[in-house]
């Protein structure tokens, strides 16, 4: 059974940083695309990254140079490291994984892939 825990969440000011933790388990890590994806309340879901089986990332535009996802398959973990964070980066932040590295994952439509975590809320107060 595939489990995601996310970690790391917390509140934080604005032009600060965060580090997010999601491990995976019940199944072969390295060979899912993981990424993550944003949700607050009264605004629509956002794709905020996603990283590939070999390592290639993708990003939404809102968070390009901000943020910056990476994996440890050794640990299987997946990381998000929040730099420069503002106000509208206040969501609530959910893990995903997927085997199958398809068109979900390069329009970061990532609430629709196979499985997510239970999320991690992040809290940027201006």
């Known amino acids: 059974q595939v489990q995601l825990v996310e970690s790391g969440g917390g509140s934080v000011q604005s032009g600060g940083s965060l580090r997010l933790s999601c491990e995976g388990s019940?199944?072969?890590?390295?060979?899912?695309?993981m990424g993550w994806f944003r949700q607050a309340p009264g605004k629509e879901r956002e794709g905020v990254a996603g990283?590939?089986?070999?390592?290639?990332?993708n990003y939404g535009d809102s968070v390009k140079g901000r943020f910056t996802i990476s994996r440890d398959n050794a640990k299987n973990t997946l990381y998000l490291q929040m730099s420069s964070l503002k106000p509208e980066d206040t969501a609530m932040y959910y893990c995903?994984?997927?085997?199958?590295?398809?068109?979900?994952?390069?329009?970061?439509?990532?609430?629709?892939?196979?499985?997510r975590g239970q999320g991690t809320q992040v809290t940027v107060s201006s």
């Open positions: 990283i590939n089986k070999d390592g290639t990332t």
């Open positions: 995903v994984a997927d085997p199958n590295c398809g068109l979900l994952f390069r329009t970061l439509e990532l609430w629709s892939v196979g499985y």
């Open positions: 019940g199944y072969t890590y390295s060979t899912y695309c």
